[in-house]
């Protein structure tokens, strides 16, 4: 993700169904250590699914935080 700084707009959204191309539901947008801070409070199966997008980047939740 190239913006990392912490108060880097992002939106959060959570892809189900990821391996067959499901549907995304915006889970917030605002601040990335905002959108980290309520991916962190998801369930594991939901954190499977969530994504950060900036404006010029998309990456998975989990890639992010090295599990």
């Known amino acids: 993700m190239r913006t990392t700084y912490g108060s ?9 169904d990821a391996q067959e191309g499901g ?6 947008y605002g601040s990335l250590d ?4 309520i991916a962190a409070q998801q369930p ?5 699914g969530l994504f ?13 935080i090295g599990d």
């Not at 880097?8 to 189900?16: D, G, I, K």
Request: overall charge negative; aromatic content about 8%; glycine content about 0%.
């Open 8 to 16: 880097a707009t992002v939106r959060l959204y959570h892809l189900s």
């Open 23 to 28: 549907a995304a539901t915006t889970l917030f």
């Open 34 to 37: 905002e959108a980290m801070r």
């Open 44 to 48: 594991e199966d939901v954190q499977d």
């Open 52 to 64: 950060l997008a900036t404006d010029n980047d998309v990456i998975a939740y989990l890639d992010l």
